[in-house]
């Protein structure tokens, strides 16, 4: 896969986070249920994190690289991964804001 991974290093980032279809993403992981850190491994990520950044639309854009190693770890083509012009928008996302820890004086 390393190969394979090299003809989209030079590629520019894909920004097709609206048109990204997140929902399949998720779906496929669970369907196969894998952990987030599962799923990073298995795309050779460093994190479970970065799997989630992709999941949830954290990331507002993505590179090619980046989908090609979602869809080979999820054993689908990365034109799944992609909504096509006519399919409705994703539904929005909705970030959690994090609590702010509080020290002890």
Same mark, same amino acid.
């Given at each position: 896969m390393q190969?394979?991974?090299k003809i989209f290093a030079d590629q520019p980032m894909l920004s097709v986070m609206a048109r990204l279809r997140i929902d399949e993403i998720r779906r496929l992981r669970k369907?196969?249920?894998?952990t987030l850190a599962e799923a990073a491994e298995r795309a050779r990520f460093s994190s479970g994190q970065q799997w989630s950044n992709v999941?949830?639309?954290f990331r507002q854009d +993505?590179?090619?690289d980046t989908l090609y190693a979602i869809a080979q770890?999820?054993?689908v083509p990365m034109e799944r991964l992609i909504a096509a012009?006519?399919?409705p928008p994703p539904p929005? +996302?909705?970030?959690?804001k994090r609590r702010k820890k509080h020290r002890g004086t």
């Amino acid at each position: 896969m390393q190969k394979n991974l090299k003809i989209f290093a030079d590629q520019p980032m894909l920004s097709v986070m609206a048109r990204l279809r997140i929902d399949e993403i998720r779906r496929l992981r669970k369907e196969k249920r894998w952990t987030l850190a599962e799923a990073a491994e298995r795309a050779r990520f460093s994190s479970g994190q970065q799997w989630s950044n992709v999941e949830t639309g954290f990331r507002q854009d +993505i590179r090619y690289d980046t989908l090609y190693a979602i869809a080979q770890a999820l054993g689908v083509p990365m034109e799944r991964l992609i909504a096509a012009d006519n399919d409705p928008p994703p539904p929005p +996302i909705h970030h959690r804001k994090r609590r702010k820890k509080h020290r002890g004086t």
